[in-house]
């Protein structure tokens, strides 16, 4: 990855709270909680899902900056969503943490030399995992959820 894409995709990785959250004060509230079909989650259990799967990237580039060929751990998002009934937990706190976490990382990665970009791991679900696997991941991850929450309202509104 070159040094302009790589500052575009960290530029993009800074603004992905703003993006999911516009998504989520978009969505209607009668909507928060519609899911699409029975397999899919609803527009709360994606921001739920989101604030997980920060606290992993948190950890990831961490991980791959600071050790020499970490493990990258995976985990089953789905069964997180049944586990910890995410349509339960607080919005306001998964927001939260998404802005703290995210903020932080996102400091950190500004900072990183040539050298870090260039560490890899080993993740347990698919293969080595480089730095800049992470970045590609994580510069679109909240954008996309942002999209599905998007799209959740479109299929709602549909249904009306």
């Known amino acids: 990855m070159n040094e302009e894409t790589r500052t575009r995709l960290i530029q993009r990785y800074g603004a992905g709270p703003a993006v999911l959250r516009t998504a989520w004060d978009d969505c209607p509230s009668e909507a928060r ?4 079909s029975s397999d899919a989650w609803s527009a709360h259990e994606i921001v739920i899902h989101c604030a997980d799967s920060e606290t992993f990237a948190f950890t990831r580039i961490r991980l791959m900056a600071a050790e020499s060929r970490p493990i990258i751990v995976g985990y089953d998002q789905d069964v997180w969503v049944r586990s910890f009934g995410y349509e339960h937990l607080p919005v306001d706190l998964a927001l939260a943490t998404i802005a703290a976490v995210r903020a932080s990382t996102f400091h950190l990665i500004q ?3 040539d050298g870090a970009w260039e560490a890899t791991g080993n993740h347990t679900e698919s ?7 992470w970045l590609a991941t ?3 991850h909240l954008h996309d959820h942002a999209d599905q929450i998007r799209s959740n309202v479109e299929h709602w509104r549909g249904h009306q």
């Open 127 to 133: 293969r080595p995992y480089t730095a800049t696997d």
């Open 111 to 113: 900072q990183l030399d």
């Open 138 to 140: 994580y510069a679109a």
């Open 33 to 36: 909680h519609w899911k699409p």
